[in-house]
């Protein structure tokens, strides 16, 4: 079975901004919002969504905030 290249695209940019973005309107994969939640499943087991929400969190994790971060960036 052949690797969908448009998967890999989708998945540089989540990585690029850091989980910060709009799933829908920022990937431009080529595929439908439905098509990309298909692949992201049989690939990942979840949507871009939750992926997403996933870099994000690990984001905010390894940049170690501290408590006065926390409370002005409201993470």
Do not use: C, W
């Not at 989980?19 to 949507?47: A, M």
Request: glycine fraction near 6%.
């Amino acid at each position: 079975m052949e690797l969908d290249p448009r998967f890999f695209k989708a998945l540089g940019k989540i990585f690029e901004r850091k989980g910060y973005l709009d799933i829908e309107k920022e990937l431009e994969t080529g595929l439908s919002p439905r098509q990309l939640r298909r692949i992201f499943n049989f690939y990942i087991g979840t949507t871009p969504k939750a992926f997403s929400n996933v870099v994000r969190f690990q984001h905010i994790l390894n940049a170690k905030p501290s408590q006065a971060s926390l409370k002005e960036n409201k993470l």
